[in-house]
């Protein structure tokens, strides 16, 4: 082989490397192998293991549909992070906006009885607004008075977690005999065709179609998704195609240099976390019209739905359209994660120990690329030793 030839496969390599979704590629594959290691020396076939985790996302459309509704407001958190994070700021509070969304969502919705076409878009646009109003809090004390958004997020977490339980437990939303809050009215629901599917002239036209009945009758199948992909988009444009996106980036890339260059970066702090709020809440608001029962429960801890956010956030290296597959890749996990225990009887535990192992792999991404450059160096000092 010539030279010439290997030092073009080494640049491949290098290029390759030095991509973005190379060290995400990299960071699941050494999460499976870790779980592998640990189904192995725990006694578990590990190749029994993840056939039956796949088997529980793949093998029959129900699980595909239940797949895709665990993955949706994860990966809206997902977008709501990801936003932050290209305009310099770190949203940890995505958990408390879709709390807030949540609580919004049932605030209006058990009260209103709009016709559908109305009741939907206010229930929605309540959640989204109560997102959006504490990701407003958390800009306007960092825009405002310089207070660290960490330390406000974290805060305001636990405020909604509160907040949910009160609305939970209050005279006018508390249903009897529970610890949850009355659902909202059936004209909230955002599930696909709610009523027809259940119906004996939907009944009987579906089950023509076994897979379609598998996947729309069996499941909660509602609209987050298609509205997840919707806001990838959005929220795509508004960073590299509008002038406000190019201000929100320049920010993150330099506040000091913003500013000089007469950027409003105390506005544009209010605004990132105003939009990253709103997803958040979008998120919330859709589970409670999209799902049963509807409603929201006393909280004894967290759900988790922001915190995973935060992590597809990771995954798909802050980029909008990659949170879909990162998304769904989280959901794939949780949703599979059930059929591992129940085939070859390996606690669930080790999907949270393999989330967690890619997570803290795409943390050293950077690793990669530094890797990619050692390579070019090495490549380079065997050139000047051939020519010397």
């Given at each position: 082989m010539s030279?010439?030839?290997?030092?073009?496969?080494?640049?491949?390599?290098?290029?390759?490397?030095h991509k973005p979704i190379t060290a995400a590629l990299?960071?699941?594959?050494?999460?499976?192998?870790?779980a592998a290691a640990l189904l192995a020396a725990a006694g578990y076939d590990p190749g029994a293991s993840f056939a039956a985790l796949f088997d529980g996302v793949l093998s029959k459309p129900k699980y595909i549909?239940?797949?895709?509704?665990?993955?949706?407001?994860?990966?809206?958190t997902g977008i709501s992070v990801a936003f932050a994070f290209k305009t310099g700021l770190f949203n940890i509070g995505a958990e408390g906006q879709y709390i807030a969304g949540t609580v919004c969502a049932v605030l209006v919705g058990v009260?209103?009885?709009?016709?559908?076409?109305?009741?939907?878009?206010?229930v929605v646009l309540a959640g989204v607004a109560g997102g959006a109003a504490v990701g407003a809090i958390t800009g306007a004390l960092k825009a405002r008075f310089g207070i660290h958004e960490v330390i406000t997020a974290i805060m305001l977490n636990w405020t909604m977690l509160y907040v949910n339980n009160f609305v939970a437990n209050s005279a006018a939303y508390h249903r009897p005999s529970s610890t949850a809050s009355?659902?909202?009215n059936p004209s909230s629901f955002t599930t696909i065709l709610p009523e027809w599917k259940v119906s004996d002239a939907g009944l009987e036209a579906l089950r023509q179609v076994p897979w379609l009945y598998d996947f729309l009758v069996k499941t909660d199948v509602n609209i987050a998704f298609a509205v997840a992909v919707l806001v990838a988009a959005g929220i795509w444009f508004v960073l590299y195609r509008?002038?406000?996106?190019?201000?929100?980036?320049?920010?993150?890339?330099?506040?000091?240099?913003?500013?000089?260059?007469?950027?409003?970066?105390?506005?544009?702090?209010?605004?990132?976390?105003?939009?990253?709020?709103?997803?958040?809440?979008?998120?919330g608001a859709l589970m409670v019209t999209g799902i049963e029962p509807h409603s929201i429960s006393t909280l004894a801890g967290f759900e988790n739905y922001g915190f995973n956010g935060f992590s597809v956030a990771l995954i798909a290296g802050s980029?909008?359209?990659?949170?879909?597959?990162?998304?769904?890749?989280?959901?794939?996990?949780?949703?599979?994660?059930?059929?591992?225990?129940m085939a070859v009887g390996a606690p669930t535990d080790i999907i949270n120990i393999m989330i967690g192992t890619i997570v803290f792999f795409v943390a050293l991404a950077r690793v990669v690329p530094l890797l990619a450059d050692r390579l070019e160096r090495r490549r380079a000092q065997k050139r000047g030793a051939q020519h010397a």
């Open positions: 030279s010439t030839t290997q030092a073009g496969g080494a640049g491949r390599i290098q290029r390759i490397l990299i960071a699941i594959a050494l999460g499976f192998a870790v549909s239940n797949t895709v509704i665990k993955a949706a407001p994860i990966i809206l009260k209103l009885d709009l016709p559908m076409p109305l009741q939907i878009p206010v009355l659902p909202v509008s002038k406000l996106g190019y201000e929100l980036r320049a920010v993150g890339f330099s506040r000091d240099a913003a500013e000089f260059a007469g950027m409003p970066v105390g506005r544009n702090t209010l605004i990132a976390m105003t939009i990253a709020g709103a997803v958040s809440g979008l998120a980029s909008p359209i990659g949170c879909i597959f990162a998304g769904l890749l989280f959901g794939g996990l949780l949703y599979g994660g059930q059929s591992v225990q």
